[in-house]
Structures are given as C-alpha cells and as structure tokens.
C-alpha cells in the first residue's frame, strides 16, 4: 500500500538528487534535500485539507490529481510561476525572464523579493476564505468547542466571512503595506496589496462557488438514487457513497489547483532564503510537492480522517495561522521554520485530541459491552 502511493515520489527523490548531483555537485545535492524537507513541513495541513475534498471524487479524478495535478503543481508552480512573477513585476518577455533566472540569480531574487506583496496579499487572502468558511460552519463534530460553537452561531450571519476577509485585507493595506519589505527597503505598495488581495477573493468565491453548484447538484443526483441505495442495505448488500464525477469534479479538481497554488506561495517565497538557483529550487520543492499529493492519496485511501476526526480542524487552524503569517510578511521577515512549527503543531494537537477521542469512545463502548453481558448473565 505504502509502496503503491509513494513509489512515484521514491522515484522522482531518487531522479531529482541524481539530477541536482549532475548539475551542482554534493552542495546542490544538500540544498535540494533541505528544500524538499521545507516544502514537506509547510504542506502538510495542505495534504489534510486536500484529503478531506478528494475522498469525495472518484478513483478516475484521483488519478488526474496525481498526474497532471501534479504536473501542474511541481512545473507551473515550482518552475514557471516564479519567472512568471519576475516577468510581470519587471515587465519583461518570458525568454528575457527565463535567460535572467538562469544568468542573473542575484536580479532575479530582487525582483521576486519585490513581487513579495502582491503574492502574499493573493495567498493570504484565499487561505483566508477557507479558514473563515471552515469555522463559521456548524459542525456536529467539534474540536476547540468554546470556540466553535459561538463561531457557528456568528457564521449564520450572511456574507460574513467575505466581510472579516476585507476588513483583514484594508488593515493589512493600510499598516504592512505603506512599509512592505523590498529588496531596496521599505516602499508604499498598498494599492498593490489591495489589489492583489481582491483578486485572491474573487478566484476563491468564482472557484468555491462553481464547485458548490455542480455539488449541490450532484446532491439531486443522490436524493434519487437513494431508494435504490436503501434497497441494496436490505438485500444486505454495502452501501456506496456517490462520488463527485463530471463537472462537479472538474471544478473540485480546480479549486484544488488553486488551493495547491496558495500553499505554495511560501515555500516558493521561502525557498530563496536557502538558494536563488531556480533549478535546484524546482527540484527541492518539486520532490516535496509529490509527497504531499502522495500523503493526500494515503490520507484518502486509508481513511484517515475518518478515524481522527479532529485532523480536519488542526489543518484548517494551520491555514489560518498560515494566512496570517503572509499578510505579516509583506512588512515583516518571518523564517520558514517558524511557519512550519506552526503548522506542525496546531496537527499534532489535533491528531492528538484524536487519539484521546478514540480511546474514550472505545472505553465507553467497552463499559456498555460489559454492562450488557452482566445483564443477561444474571
């Protein structure tokens, strides 16, 4: 099983460090190792929270995430959005961005040090949707309950999500942004902020909204299979979920695109403080990135958040957390490791309140057991 879904990501590690040998010696060899295990440790709540979309589609659409899913995820935006972002911000031709990042390594890191704001604000604001979606819904299942539970009230509140995300978004413009960090110092780029934070906004309600709608009608689609389901649960026959399928899963599959994009700003972002060699940055972060789609695909076929219910909601704190953090450094240097134990620490809280969950679900089912068997015993 463990060979099954990780076997690609063991071949591309293996291939990738051969590569960085080839090209840069055992000091490239290093730095593609470190980058890999950074792009792991920012990811990993990115793995969970995909988990919890891609166990609704089909083993068709599980297949495409991990092929050209990943495709796009280590090439578009390991390898090409940085020059992309360097070709935009300097206002130059793709080749002339391509021939800078690959000869002028110092250049290049300078002008993506100065489209810093603008990607950031972009993340910042979509991880921020997910977050705010996340804990204004009420849930039956609850982690931080005291939490929870007045977030859920507030949620029924139309829009208000939306109204927290700009209100962050105008605060952010109007302090991190008249100060945000360049390569040159400190300069006012809070119309760049604002712009850009917009535009992470609108992609997350234009990609959540079709993918709602195409769910809400699969629902239809499984109201009326429904008495056919029931039927087979009386011949005694297993019960199987509808998986999202056609447009419903196209729109999913996107949103997990964009979703994907949005994790990997930082590890991008952070890769520089490691290496300004592009090749050896798409390599690290291109060998994370298959883990990552490799752990989603484990999580799912395991059933892993099915058994540690509380997983779902440490990913989700994490992405706020995360949210938060690119916002703050669009004034402010935060290192990546700091990111990363965050990260790390909201899930392990999480998958330990799992634990702990299970084990006085079992208990009780034990004591109730036992209780039973005295009963017909007497």
């Given at each position: 099983m463990v060979l099954k879904t990780f076997g690609w990501s063991f071949a591309v590690t293996a291939l990738g460090l051969v590569v960085a040998?080839?090209?840069?010696?055992?000091?490239?060899?290093?730095?593609?190792?470190?980058?890999?295990?950074?792009?792991?440790?920012?990811?990993?709540d990115n793995a969970v929270v995909n988990a919890g979309i891609l166990k609704k589609m089909s083993a068709f659409w599980q297949r495409i995430f991990l092929t050209i899913g990943i495709l796009i995820a280590v090439f578009g935006m390991r390898l090409v959005f940085p020059v992309v972002i360097v070709a935009i911000s300097a206002k130059l031709n793709p080749i002339d961005a391509v021939d800078l990042a690959l000869n002028n390594k110092d250049l290049y890191e300078q002008y993506v040090t100065?489209?810093?704001p603008a990607i950031a604000a972009f993340g910042g604001m979509f991880l921020l949707m997910i977050f705010l979606d996340f804990i204004f819904e009420d849930r039956d299942i609850k982690w931080l309950a005291w939490l929870e539970r007045p977030l859920a009230k507030l949620g029924k509140i139309d829009m208000l999500s939306v109204c927290i995300a700009l209100i962050v978004l105008l605060i952010t413009a109007m302090t991190f942004a008249t100060h945000a960090h360049?390569?040159?110092?400190?300069?006012d780029k809070s119309a760049t902020v604002m712009l850009s934070g917009i535009a992470g906004l609108i992609t997350y309600l234009v990609v959540g909204g079709l993918s709602g709608f195409f769910e809400d009608k699969l629902e239809e689609?499984?109201?009326?299979?429904?008495?056919a389901e029931e039927k087979a649960a009386a011949e005694g026959k297993p019960r199987s979920a509808v998986e999202l399928v056609g447009k419903a899963a196209f729109f999913m599959f996107l949103y997990l695109e964009v979703l994907d994009a949005s994790f990997s700003f930082d590890g991008v972002i952070g890769a520089f403080a490691i290496t300004n060699d592009i090749i050896l940055m798409a390599l690290g972060l291109g060998i994370g990135a298959m883990y990552v789609?490799?752990?989603?695909?484990?999580l799912v076929r395991q059933g892993t958040l099915d058994d540690y219910v509380y997983l779902e909601h440490g990913a989700h704190y994490a992405i706020g957390a995360l949210a938060v953090?690119?916002?703050v450094t669009i004034q402010y240097e935060i290192h990546e490791i700091i990111t990363g134990l965050i990260g790390v620490v909201?899930?392990?809280?999480?998958?330990?309140?799992?634990?702990?969950?299970?084990?006085?679900?079992?208990?009780?089912?034990?004591?109730s057991d036992g209780k039973a068997e005295g009963t017909s015993g007497a």
């Amino acid at each position: 099983m463990v060979l099954k879904t990780f076997g690609w990501s063991f071949a591309v590690t293996a291939l990738g460090l051969v590569v960085a040998v080839i090209y840069g010696g055992w000091t490239a060899f290093g730095v593609v190792a470190i980058l890999s295990i950074l792009e792991i440790s920012l990811s990993f709540d990115n793995a969970v929270v995909n988990a919890g979309i891609l166990k609704k589609m089909s083993a068709f659409w599980q297949r495409i995430f991990l092929t050209i899913g990943i495709l796009i995820a280590v090439f578009g935006m390991r390898l090409v959005f940085p020059v992309v972002i360097v070709a935009i911000s300097a206002k130059l031709n793709p080749i002339d961005a391509v021939d800078l990042a690959l000869n002028n390594k110092d250049l290049y890191e300078q002008y993506v040090t100065d489209a810093h704001p603008a990607i950031a604000a972009f993340g910042g604001m979509f991880l921020l949707m997910i977050f705010l979606d996340f804990i204004f819904e009420d849930r039956d299942i609850k982690w931080l309950a005291w939490l929870e539970r007045p977030l859920a009230k507030l949620g029924k509140i139309d829009m208000l999500s939306v109204c927290i995300a700009l209100i962050v978004l105008l605060i952010t413009a109007m302090t991190f942004a008249t100060h945000a960090h360049t390569h040159s110092g400190h300069a006012d780029k809070s119309a760049t902020v604002m712009l850009s934070g917009i535009a992470g906004l609108i992609t997350y309600l234009v990609v959540g909204g079709l993918s709602g709608f195409f769910e809400d009608k699969l629902e239809e689609e499984e109201e009326r299979e429904h008495e056919a389901e029931e039927k087979a649960a009386a011949e005694g026959k297993p019960r199987s979920a509808v998986e999202l399928v056609g447009k419903a899963a196209f729109f999913m599959f996107l949103y997990l695109e964009v979703l994907d994009a949005s994790f990997s700003f930082d590890g991008v972002i952070g890769a520089f403080a490691i290496t300004n060699d592009i090749i050896l940055m798409a390599l690290g972060l291109g060998i994370g990135a298959m883990y990552v789609r490799s752990l989603t695909v484990y999580l799912v076929r395991q059933g892993t958040l099915d058994d540690y219910v509380y997983l779902e909601h440490g990913a989700h704190y994490a992405i706020g957390a995360l949210a938060v953090i690119l916002l703050v450094t669009i004034q402010y240097e935060i290192h990546e490791i700091i990111t990363g134990l965050i990260g790390v620490v909201l899930i392990a809280s999480s998958f330990w309140s799992s634990v702990r969950r299970n084990r006085r679900l079992a208990a009780a089912e034990g004591g109730s057991d036992g209780k039973a068997e005295g009963t017909s015993g007497a």
